[in-house]
């Protein structure tokens, strides 16, 4: 009566992944669609926000296979813009752009399966 099934544990960690890709590819195209990248400041918060999300999909885990195809390329996306918006900046130092240049790096790495 009480047995839980052999197959209930992973059933359950699947549809948890499932979740977690539309989670991840939801929260990329918002970003993507929403955010500014006009300023060093917004394109240190886009890059921010786009590493964070990224952050667990390196590696080989099973968070690692939690952003799909299409999250990928709306990543894909969103760096472009981050590239666009990033022509037109100019600063005198060269510090501000540590937290955009790094989270931009370890978003690609982790979009391009790089641990």
Do not use: W
Request: glycine residues 8%.
């Amino acid at each position: 009566m009480g047995r839980k099934c052999k197959f209930q544990v992973p059933i359950q960690r699947t549809i948890s992944l499932l979740f977690s890709y539309q989670e991840n590819t939801d929260a990329i195209v918002t970003a993507k669609d929403t955010l500014a990248f006009d300023t060093l400041d917004n394109l240190a918060q886009g890059a921010t926000t786009l590493a964070s999300i990224t952050a667990n999909v390196a590696g080989d885990g099973p968070l690692s296979k939690t952003l799909d195809m299409e999250g990928r390329q709306a990543a894909v996306d969103m760096i472009g813009q981050m590239a666009e918006g990033f022509k037109d900046q100019t600063t005198n130092d060269p510090a501000k752009l540590e937290t955009f240049i790094t989270g931009v790096t370890s978003s690609v790495a982790a979009i391009m399966g790089v641990s």
